[in-house]
Nanobody, 124 residues
Framework: QVQLVESGGGLVQAGGSLRLSCAAS????????MAWFRQAPGKERAFVAA????????LYAESVKDRFTISRDDAKTTVYLQMNSLKPEDTAVYYC?????????????????WGTGTQVTVSS
């Protein structure tokens, strides 16, 4: 079982930066592929970024490529999402997700473990 708690969300102006954190409980973190998804009001949950369990493979949505960076610290059992050059369309609730081993994937159905989300609001 993995429990995930996101933090770091907030209000930022367009062009600014935020770093989200996702703290994971349990001893399985080092064997977990981690991902970030987001859900804007009135829209379906969408994939943002993922990193595999060994940290040598990443996957990004086209809309965030070159602006967002996913990373992990296994010693702290935490995954991060560094978000730069934020745009108003990045406004959403951001969720952390985990799956055992596996390759990176943009399919939410493949991630059985989810956090409760953190709100990111980007003002124009």
């Amino acid at each position: 079982q993995v429990q995930l708690v996101e933090s770091g969300g907030g209000l930022v102006q367009a062009g600014g930066s935020l770093r989200l954190s996702c703290a994971a409980s349990g001893r399985t973190f080092s064997r977990s592929t981690m991902a970030w998804f987001r859900q804007a009001p009135g829209k379906e949950r969408a994939f943002v970024a993922a990193m595999n369990w060994s940290g040598d493979s990443t996957l990004y949505a086209e809309s965030v490529k070159d602006r967002f960076t996913i990373s992990r610290d296994d010693a702290k059992t935490t995954v991060y999402l560094q978000m730069n050059s934020l745009k108003p369309e990045d406004t959403a609730v951001y969720y952390c997700a985990a799956r055992w081993f596996g390759t990176t994937s943009d399919k939410s159905s493949l991630y059985p473990y989810w956090g409760t989300g953190t709100q990111v609001t980007v003002s124009s």
